[in-house]
């Protein structure tokens, strides 16, 4: 796979976070397919070069106190994300997962999938024909790419090309996969995707363990330099406390 770059936020206090690479290492220890890390005292941003899933590195960023935004990944428009979300009426909290998706080469787009607050078991995680989720799931479509079924697959075949893959949730709720599909992201951009037991067939809405999102663009790793919004006057830090609050990973 080739590198990519992603680009976070993290509160760096002196000279000595930026310039001590042990003190890179210990941020990143033990996470394979990291090749560069820099960081700038000024900006309060770090960035990473390598093949290691966004979310396994602001994981372990996380494990040494400080805080972790992800400000953006690839060049730009090659980068998408997807919210993901019940529909049931069960459910408080609706956001349950989050997937980032980088084209890191012109026929290769990877997709980090992290979930919480689902049933223990394997998920199929794909992307639909339409990106219609007025009635959750149900509303979006077959399988991009896939043929058609009467009844629906439970094991489609692999040359769909919305078919991303399979992701474990353990007992805690919390599921995550780094996944890759011979696909563009201009592609997906406004498609439907879906995680679910079944990977295709009825998708009942009021299934709290089906999850849904449209597929939209994401910042680029020089596309999002903003630290205040300019709508609220709140900062990245403060806007983070608000949606993390709300259920977003």
């Not at 700038?40 to 372990?60: F, N």
């Not at 980068?79 to 009426?89: G, M, N, P, R």
């Not at 089906?210 to 006057?233: E, M």
């Amino acid at each position: 796979m080739p590198p990519f770059q992603t680009k976070f936020a993290v509160p760096l206090s002196c000279e000595n976070c930026v310039r001590d690479p042990v003190i890179f290492s210990r941020w990143t220890d033990g996470q394979s397919g990291i090749h560069k890390v820099n960081a700038s005292l000024a900006d309060q941003t770090v960035w990473v070069e390598g093949t290691a899933a966004p979310s396994t590195i602001a994981a372990a960023i996380q494990t040494t106190g400080r805080d972790v935004i992800l400000r953006g990944t690839g060049a730009s428009d090659a980068a998408a994300v997807c919210i993901l979300q019940t529909h049931s009426a069960r459910v408080t909290n609706k956001v349950r997962g989050l997937a980032r998706m980088i084209q890191v080469s012109p026929s290769l787009t990877v997709v980090d999938l992290t979930t919480r607050g689902l049933s223990p078991g394997t998920y199929w995680a794909t992307i639909r024909e339409t990106g219609n989720i007025s009635s959750g799931a149900a509303s979006t479509g077959g399988i991009w790419g896939a043929l058609k079924s009467v009844s629906g697959w439970k094991s489609p075949p692999r040359d769909a090309r919305g078919l991303l893959g399979t992701v474990t949730v353990g007992r805690n709720g919390l599921g995550s996969v780094f996944l890759d599909r011979p696909v563009q992201i201009w592609e997906m951009i406004g498609r439907g995707m879906v995680v679910s037991r079944q990977a295709d067939g009825k998708l009942s809405p009021d299934d709290a363990d089906v999850l849904v999102g449209v597929i939209a663009r994401s910042a680029g790793i020089w596309d999002n330099d903003k630290t205040v919004c300019s709508c609220s006057g709140k900062t990245l830090w403060q806007e983070r406390k608000e949606v993390t609050d709300g259920g977003m990973l």
